[in-house]
């Protein structure tokens, strides 16, 4: 395990200021979904074979799917925090709960541990299934450190034999794990430090090698960068928690889109076969019709 903080920015590494260079690009509103009210919604992903958006609210335990036609319901319910949901191609759920990693039926219901759960005091907070189903997830502590204390947030990767590895340590908040189209990128948002990392990734090995920041945000004001979503064409989405606003920048580095939401504490961001994006925020889920 490395500390997060021996990672060091380059030449390599994109600067971005933010939020002033938001005033200037194309941005549109993300409407509210119609979905029920959350205490921390996050982790959107879309799924034709669970039939729609599976999205969780994470203090509140619960795994939610929203259909095209904006109905939404409830899969699964569980005491404690709820990082993620994250679909197979086994039509079934793997659920990052506080209990451990779970996998269930499309219904929420059959449970079977397939991870053990994070420490006391401990809760999984963001998560990504690699090209051959291999689970990471981040966690973090439920309280924030105290001033000058070392974070203890860490980056796992779930082993074939149901063993957790920390691949990295010392970190504020783990978030976005996404993988580029091919599989040869994986990239991890921590957001305290306003940092984006990339490694190469090897999908046989399920191995990372030459971490280095791939992105690194600055400016004023109270902001982190939140959920990644990398899309097949190269784009990445970039969720912004209080800023109200999920960037999108193409594979050149360069900002396309900013989705604004009435929430400006936004989270994630998916986009759906039809190109609709949909945006968490704490409070809810937003969506964007026609991103372009």
Excluded: K
Excluded at 37 to 60: C, F, Q
């Amino acid at each position: 395990m490395r500390p997060w903080s021996h990672l060091r920015p380059d030449a390599s590494t994109r600067q971005v200021g933010v939020p002033e260079v938001l005033a200037a690009a194309r941005t549109l509103r993300a409407e509210p979904a119609g979905a029920p009210a959350t205490s921390l919604g996050e982790h959107p992903v879309w799924s034709a074979a669970h039939g729609g958006l599976l999205w969780v609210d994470i203090e509140a335990g619960r795994l939610l799917r929203t259909r095209d036609d904006g109905a939404t319901d409830e899969v699964f319910s569980g005491a404690g925090t709820l990082g993620a949901g994250l679909p197979t191609s086994q039509d079934r759920l793997i659920l990052l709960s506080q209990d451990g990693a779970l996998s269930v039926a499309a219904d929420g219901s059959d449970p079977r541990r397939i991870g053990g759960a994070p420490p006391a005091g401990m809760r999984f907070n963001d998560a990504g299934l690699d090209p051959r189903g291999r689970v990471w997830a981040g966690v973090l502590p439920l309280e924030d450190p105290a001033p000058g204390e070392i974070p203890s947030g860490e980056l796992w990767r779930l082993g074939d034999d149901g063993q957790w590895e920390s691949v990295f340590g010392e970190m504020g908040c783990p978030n976005g794990i996404v993988w580029s189209a091919d599989g040869r990128t994986v990239l991890c948002c921590e957001s305290d430090s306003r940092q984006i990392a990339a490694a190469d990734y090897d999908p046989a090995t399920g191995q990372a090698d030459n971490w280095r920041v791939a992105w690194q945000f600055s400016g004023d004001g109270d902001w982190v960068p939140d959920g990644l979503e990398w899309l097949s064409d190269g784009r990445l989405w970039v969720a912004f928690w209080g800023l109200g606003a999920a960037v999108r920048f193409s594979p050149s580095g360069e900002i396309d889109l900013v989705a604004r939401t009435e929430d400006e504490r936004t989270t994630s961001v998916a986009t759906d076969p039809s190109g609709r994006v949909w945006v968490t925020a704490a409070g809810g889920l937003f969506r964007l019709d026609q991103a372009g």
